[in-house]
């Protein structure tokens, strides 16, 4: 009877046991790792604690980077900084950086090497717009190199180059002005001759059925006003753009689709004024090499505005070896700023060599 009773408790207590096992196997899956013991100590649950919080968090940080790999530039800033964005291409970058600063050198050593020939050579009148026009290059090439090194500041570096540009459009108007003696002289000397044509780019194809005229006083003073109007007009609205990308990149996207239609416009309008004031003038002036001006001028625009758009089309899409998307735009970047570092010096050259003229027998003009 007795070990009836002994056996009966035995197996109670062992299926008991058993039930016991089981329950702390179900809450604690780690346990039923292999080589685990089916209890574990306290310490030992919280070092399995500590773990597995380890790799929530990895596994966090595996998503933002995902979505990292499918955001835009603009939208990523507020997860990751800049060391952790580039530190894929740190001596990609440096290179960069060091190749944009020797062009950057030699850019502004062309331009202060052209100042003392152009106050010894250029009738005192034009000197200081030719400084200006002649000085453009080091100042949009110091843009192109900040936005290499720091490409959060793209859109403020974008807005110097183009403001630098619409100045120097405004600078060029009024200096052919002054090769050909002022409004008054150049319509005296011409004695009506129909030089008026406003079939030139880029409204050359819509309007041929409009004639050349005479050169008039309210003519000129509508190609002033064409020409003036891009500095205040695109100034106001450049300055809107860089105010919504510093309070919320998301809003700076949404709003510069919308007012790039206006900057374009505009463009439009002062260049059509521009065409059409160098193609009457440089007629009459071929030895101050007007056209030639004006093409050194022209394609400041055409380089910092037109080309980082083609560049982007064709770099669109690309996966490059560095790792992440946002690597592949700052590399993307980088080319561009370095093309337009080399333009520019090009360009710098071409333009101190234009601007030699007019010589001190073109001053009676």
């Not at 009738?123 to 400084?131: D, F, H, Q």
């Not at 009457?280 to 004006?294: G, N, Q, S, V």
């Amino acid at each position: 009877m007795i070990n009836t009773i002994i056996a009966r408790v035995y197996a109670f207590t062992t299926r008991w046991h058993s039930i016991a096992v089981n329950h702390v196997q179900k809450m604690n899956p780690a346990s039923n790792e292999i080589g685990a013991s089916p209890i574990k100590s306290p310490i030992e649950v919280m070092n399995l604690t500590k773990e597995q919080e380890l790799i929530q968090i990895t596994t966090q940080k595996t998503q933002i980077f995902d979505h990292v790999a499918s955001t835009e530039v603009h939208n990523i800033y507020s997860h990751l900084g800049y060391g952790d964005l580039s530190d894929a291409i740190t001596q990609t970058m440096m290179c960069a950086i060091a190749i944009g600063l020797i062009l950057l050198i030699v850019i502004w050593c062309l331009f202060i090497r052209q100042i003392p020939y152009i106050l010894r050579h250029t009738p005192s009148k034009y000197v200081a717009r030719t400084l200006v026009l002649c000085g453009v290059y080091a100042i949009v090439g110091s843009a192109a190199l900040v936005s290499l090194i720091c490409f959060r500041a793209f859109v403020f570096c974008d807005s110097v180059c183009h403001f630098a540009f619409l100045l120097c459009a405004y600078q060029y108007f009024a200096l052919i002005i002054e090769y050909a003696g002022g409004e008054t002289n150049f319509i005296k000397s011409i004695r009506s001759t129909a030089v008026f044509n406003i079939r030139t780019p880029p409204c050359c194809c819509c309007l041929r059925f409009l004639l050349p005229s005479a050169i008039t006083k309210k003519k000129f003073k509508y190609l002033r006003l064409m020409v003036i109007q891009m500095p205040i007009i695109q100034g106001i609205l450049l300055a809107l753009l860089n105010v919504f990308n510093s309070i919320d990149t998301s809003l700076y996207e949404q709003v510069h689709p919308f007012m790039s239609i206006f900057i374009v416009a505009s463009i439009m309008i002062g260049v059509w004024s521009l065409q059409i004031s160098s193609r009457m003038i440089a007629a009459h002036l071929p030895d101050h090499k007007i056209l030639h001006k004006y093409f050194a001028i022209q394609l400041v625009l055409i380089l910092y505005k037109l080309q980082p758009v083609v560049i982007h089309v064709i770099a669109y899409g690309i996966k490059y070896t560095t790792g992440y998307r946002i690597n592949s735009k700052i590399i993307e970047n980088a080319i561009i700023q370095l093309i337009i570092l080399l333009e520019t010096t090009v360009l710098s050259y071409f333009a101190n060599c234009v601007y030699s003229v007019p010589t001190k027998a073109n001053e009676t003009n």
